[in-house]
């Protein structure tokens, strides 16, 4: 029976392992218009460091995978890639893309539009694709845990000075796993 186990772990991988179901843009707006729910965003680059160390670290973690499965339609997007986004009754494109270049490349229309200037970055929409708020910089489980919260329990609304937002801190109770 153990070898059985340890076969199927092999091959399938840690059955107890929780993995983001990501989608792209379009996809999360098509489903928010069939279920309402708010979007995780997910601004990444293939040569960002923090944004791969941010895939593994956080983004991988079970209770941040959870959490996410949970209460976003969860979208990871290529800040320099070729997806075409229909946002807001706009087409977004990155005409200036170069497919042979290595490393940096043209920043895609639609990450411009979002005012994206660090990757990664993660944006945050409400039920009806309305921006709430962009989130820069690599964020740990716990790091990233305060601001999945404070969005999904609608408690950004009221934090309206940097007085709310630190006490929301101070008060927060972290639950995710280091």
């Known amino acids: 029976m153990n070898k059985l186990i340890i076969l199927l772990v092999l091959f399938f991988g840690t059955v107890t392992a929780q993995e983001v179901k990501w989608m792209s843009m379009n996809e999360a707006l098509e489903a928010q218009e069939k279920e309402p729910k708010k979007i995780f965003l997910d601004v990444y680059t293939t040569w960002?460091?923090?944004?791969?160390?941010m895939d593994r670290k956080t983004l991988n973690h079970p209770d941040v995978a959870k959490y996410l499965n949970e209460n976003f339609y969860s979208v990871k997007f290529n800040g320099e890639g070729t997806e075409t986004v229909f946002y807001n009754d706009f087409e977004?494109?990155?005409?200036?893309?170069?497919?042979?270049?290595?490393g940096r490349n043209a920043q895609?229309?639609?990450?411009?539009?979002?005012?994206?200037?660090?990757?990664?970055?993660?944006?945050?929409f409400d039920e009806e694709a309305n921006i709430i708020s962009p989130v820069r910089g690599y964020k740990s489980p716990q790091q990233l845990e305060i601001y999945l919260k404070m969005i999904n329990e609608d408690h950004y609304k009221e934090i309206t000075t940097t007085e709310d937002w630190q006490a929301y801190q101070n008060?927060?109770?972290y639950q995710f796993d280091q």
Do not use: M, W
């Open 171 to 173: 008060d927060f109770e």
């Open 108 to 124: 895609h229309l639609f990450a411009s539009a979002l005012k994206i200037q660090a990757y990664p970055t993660v944006v945050f």
């Open 92 to 102: 977004y494109t990155n005409p200036n893309h170069d497919p042979n270049r290595k």
């Open 48 to 53: 960002c460091g923090p944004c791969k160390a």
